[in-house]
């Protein structure tokens, strides 16, 4: 029932920043776990940041940890993810995820946003 929507990338320098946007569809997504996935072309998918309900803990990849935030807007149904130093190896597209907290699996997906880096 759920469903994401996302929007904000774009082509940036190296060294610009980007805000992605997810907006979800039902009632129930302060009790989700939202997280933000990115694919190259050819290369396998990687996460990149997650955080939880109510934004009680957020966790990141090492290669993004401390340039990217993640946050969440309950009243708005939104996962943001600020990217800032953007680097050309962060170009991919990038999808937004959502499951519950006893799911060890990422079964809900929005339909990715390009983030292209130019140096």
């Known amino acids: 029932q759920v469903q994401l929507v996302e929007s904000g990338g774009g082509l940036v320098q190296a060294g610009g920043s980007l805000r992605l946007s997810c907006v979800a569809s039902g009632r129930t997504f302060s009790r989700y776990t939202m997280a933000w996935f990115r694919q190259a072309p050819g290369k396998e998918r990687e996460f990149v940041a997650a955080?939880?309900?109510?934004?009680?803990?957020?966790i990141y990849a090492d290669s993004v940890k401390g340039r990217f935030t993640i946050s969440r807007d309950d009243a708005k149904n939104t996962v943001y993810l600020q990217m800032n130093s953007l680097k050309p190896e962060d170009t991919a597209v990038y999808y937004c995820a959502a499951k519950t907290v006893k799911s060890s699996v990422w079964p809900i997906w929005g339909q990715g946003t390009q983030v292209t880096v130019s140096s």
């Open positions: 955080i939880t309900w109510s934004a009680g803990s957020t």
